[in-house]
T-cell receptor
């Protein structure tokens, strides 16, 4: 089975711009979560989608938004980029609505200059 | 809000020795506790997990213990090997908010050959 794939792997944006990050979930997984991981820190929960509906959100402003598509791939959109948005963005997927561990992608490294 | 504290932040052991990483959680509704290993340039990988109805779980050289009363859980790695060197994250989640998972800040483990 394929794992979680994210694109692009690296990205450099200018402050104030908008960015879209993409994720393809592991086969059979219909739940996807996005995390932000600053250098030397643990992943911080941004939001989660289950069957195309957002069903959980962390302490991130509305300029962080997402989508999940019928094939369970997903996007993370960030508007009005700030320097502090520079981080590794991780996508993670799992099957169903029960509580168990994620399969993570390798992440997108976003640098805002 | 929910919080997971992890100690130590850095741990250095000699090959063959044991390593112990400890975490505490704040949300008494948490009932699922996964541990992840993150190697350089990769996303976190689930290595073991424990649920609140179990006090201990073992898988070859790794084991986890859970003390619900004290809200503590720990990871034990025996007979450490150089390939165990990585960053380890504990995490906690419950049945609300889409089972969102809160991560600790991580422990960087060095195993010296």
């Amino acid at each position: 089975e394929t794992g979680v794939t994210q694109s692009p792997t690296h990205l450099i944006k200018t402050r104030g711009q908008q960015v879209t990050l993409r994720c393809s979930s592991q086969s059979g997984h219909n739940t996807v979560s996005w995390y932000q991981q600053a250098l030397g820190q643990g992943p911080q929960f941004i939001f989660q989608y289950y069957r195309e509906e957002e069903n959980g959100r962390g302490n991130f402003p509305p300029r962080f938004s997402g989508l999940q598509f019928p094939n369970y791939s997903s996007e993370l959109n960030v508007n009005a980029l700030e320097l502090d948005d520079s981080a590794l963005y991780l996508c993670a997927s799992r099957r169903g609505s029960t509580n168990y561990g994620y399969t993570f992608g390798s992440g997108t490294r976003l640098t805002v200059v | 809000g929910e919080n997971v504290e992890q100690h130590p932040s850095t741990l250095s052991v000699q090959e063959g020795d044991s390593a112990v990483i400890k975490c505490t959680y704040s949300d008494s509704a948490s009932n699922y506790f996964p541990w992840y290993k993150q190697e350089l340039g990769k996303g976190p990988q689930l290595i073991i997990d424990i649920r609140s109805n179990v006090g201990e779980k073992k898988d070859q050289r790794i084991a986890v213990t859970l003390n619900k009363t004290a809200k503590h859980f720990s990871l034990h790695i025996t007979e450490t090997q150089p390939e165990d060197s990585a960053v380890y994250f504990c995490a906690a989640s419950g049945d609300t908010g889409g089972f969102k998972t809160i991560f600790g800040a991580g422990t960087r483990l060095f195993v010296k050959a």
